[in-house]
């Protein structure tokens, strides 16, 4: 299965600014996936980066608050703009088990703090 | 009504019990269905695939039942180290992906 990494693993940022979030994957994949998780909620789904053309977002989420980038098919970021409270979550990237019926894989996260 | 519905817990039970979780979903488009475990602060991790006709793995079995459109984990003898929050997954053949909002098992001596 792929392995993910993504950093930066944690920060704590000030309101009004921007992180960057990346996720690097030891194999060419096509689709890579982006989640937000709230304290004590389950995974929603931001977008899916494809190489070569914008990201798909979900119904919530907008690419000039959330905007992806997917140079190759190993490396993805998501930045988070001008972060509020609200922001604060933990944000995951993933990539299908070779396809849709193996499930996901995910990185170890980023766990957000904007203050 | 939530897409993806599961047992609300938390489930406390002692080590070596049964216990099994539910999870109900509402798109009957749903193709893949699978449980993911998630540690406290940790990404989630796929725990298995749910096939149509169930399947097993050691001390965790799966189930699928379309008709009534809910998925099951089922695990046996737990230890301490099962004690994590299950997460329901249902995929469409779109491709979406939907997460249940989880349930919290404890297996406590």
């Known amino acids: 299965s792929a392995v993910i990494s993504q950093k930066p693993s944690r920060d704590i940022c000030q309101r009004g600014t921007s992180l960057t979030i990346q996720c690097q994957v030891d194999s060419q994949v096509t689709m890579m996936f982006w989640y937000r998780q709230q304290p004590g909620q389950s995974l929603t789904l931001i977008a899916t980066?494809?190489?070569?053309?914008?990201?798909?977002?979900e119904s919530g989420f907008v690419i000039d608050k959330f905007p992806i980038s997917r140079p190759n098919l190993t490396f993805s970021t998501l930045t988070v703009s001008n972060m509020s409270p609200e922001d604060s979550s933990i944000y995951l990237c993933?990539?299908?088990?070779?396809?849709?019926?193996?499930?996901?894989?995910f990185g170890s996260g980023t766990r957000l703090t904007v203050v | 009504r939530k897409e993806v519905e599961q047992d609300p817990g938390p489930f406390n039970v002692p080590e070596g019990a049964t216990v099994a979780f539910n999870c109900t979903y509402s798109?009957?488009?749903?193709?893949?269905f699978f449980w993911y475990r998630q540690d406290c602060r940790k990404e989630p991790k796929l725990l298995m695939s749910?096939?149509?006709s169930g399947n097993e793995d050691g001390r965790f079995t799966a189930q699928l039942n379309r008709a009534s459109q809910y998925i099951s984990l089922l695990i046996r003898d737990s230890k301490l180290s099962d004690s994590a929050t299950y997460l329901c997954v249902v995929n469409t053949n779109a491709g979406k992906s939907t997460f249940g909002d989880g349930t919290t098992l404890t297996v406590k001596p």
């Open positions: 798109n009957s488009a749903s193709q893949s």
């Open positions: 749910v096939y149509s």
């Open positions: 993933s990539v299908e088990l070779r396809d849709l019926n193996y499930g996901y894989t």
């Open positions: 980066a494809n190489q070569g053309s914008e990201a798909t977002y």
